[in-house]
């Protein structure tokens, strides 16, 4: 049985994808089976290895999930496509309903087949990300060292702590990430001592540095590991991996 | 009747709570009556300008609208607060029931009492988003100048293009601002140049420069105007404020 993990944080554009993508393609370049998931309607997990999104997404149409897995350049890494239409279940969807239940389904029978699995949540707190939250074991939160970041993180914890109370679940914190560090600023630094100081282990060691070879990587439809092998975006992912693999 | 504008991307983190904000305190400061008002669950608006968030939103909550709003540093200035239980909204109302429609009316008449109204968006395309839009005269979007800030816009547009062909609706586009924008990187100004070449006249000749000092006058409770008067962010958002006021 996998390990499934969550990439969440309601605040927008603090790192999500960018975590989720390149972290699943340095446990794959570690030599492990890994799907990545992309539930997020922006598609830009998809976008972000170079793939075209799909029209309707495998988890909501009843084809085998096998037949939407998509290969990526790394062996072992292969991914399941988002789709736009996910508004359309985001809008219909309500928590109970058997949609939903159908996703978690799903995402559980991933956990199966791979030894990781990792899913890329949208800006939201809707039904999604708890669908998302519901079948993972673990939820990794990026940050980045704002002010705005640690304001919206009691709102996330409290539906972490939702999710964790169902019967059946076995969420745990996989931990918090602080991303776009730079390390000459005093706010990272200021942020960075709030955040070790109030949550305590579950943050990370390692930090994702503010480094332009990410973006760049994005618009080549690469992973920073293949796009830019030496940066040191590439070197934090590759600990972060080691930390996250270690971490059992 | 005043000028309605949204701000919105369904991209998340682009800078749109930077772009409210710190707008609404330029125009007001150039002495018009203005209301931001708060539609995101994040509350970041209101954080933003040092408030805190009211348990029940002012525009769900049956008390009269003039009951919630609240005055800022600035003379002219005045805020309706988010409230997180708009998580409950989103999740309630479709895009055809009477919430929505209550949403809508609201908004048009806080558009009868100001001379501009500014609402500040979730990252997201549902109900919330749409409801803002139906209400609005113009849309602004911030946009990064990153890879993935030009993918989501395609999905953007279509939903404004909807709401434009609604009866009753005359929301037209405000115009792109590029924010965080970096000179000195090469993805900063080849998109710069895409989105100049792809959407010619709409986008706004001001950039808004990446700038430490927003960040800090968030955590500050500030607008950037009153935390760092001669910082370059401050200058740009005086220089939009100007084009904005100027484009009737
Ligand atoms: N370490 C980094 N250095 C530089 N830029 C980064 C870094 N991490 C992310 N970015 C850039 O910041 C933007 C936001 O990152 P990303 O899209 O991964 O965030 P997100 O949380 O997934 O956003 P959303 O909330 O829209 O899903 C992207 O354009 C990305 O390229
Ligand atoms: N010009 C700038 N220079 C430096 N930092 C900036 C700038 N504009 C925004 N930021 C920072 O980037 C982060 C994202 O900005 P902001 O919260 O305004 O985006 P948003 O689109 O409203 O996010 P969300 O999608 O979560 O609502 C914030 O922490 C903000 O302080
Ligand atoms: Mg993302
Ligand atoms: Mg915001």
Redesign the pocket.
Known sequence: MGRVFCIA?Q??????????LNLADAIAKAGQEVLLVDL?P?C?ATGGLGHRPLPRHPLVSDQPLADGLLECATPGLRLLPGSRSFFDIDQLATAGTTASQQLVSHLTNCGNANDYVIL????SLGHLTRAALAASHEVIM?IQCEYFAMEGLTQMIEVIRDVMRQPGRNLQFGGIVL???DPTLELTREVDEDVREFFGDIVFETV?????S??EA?SHGQSVLDYAPRSR?TRAMIELCLEVMNHE
Chains 1, 2 share one sequence.
């Open positions: 944080n605040k927008g554009g603090v790192g999500k994808t960018t975590v989720a997020d922006q830009n890329d949540c949208p800006p990026p991303t776009m560090y994702i540095p503010r480094d332009v990410v973006p994005v975006a």
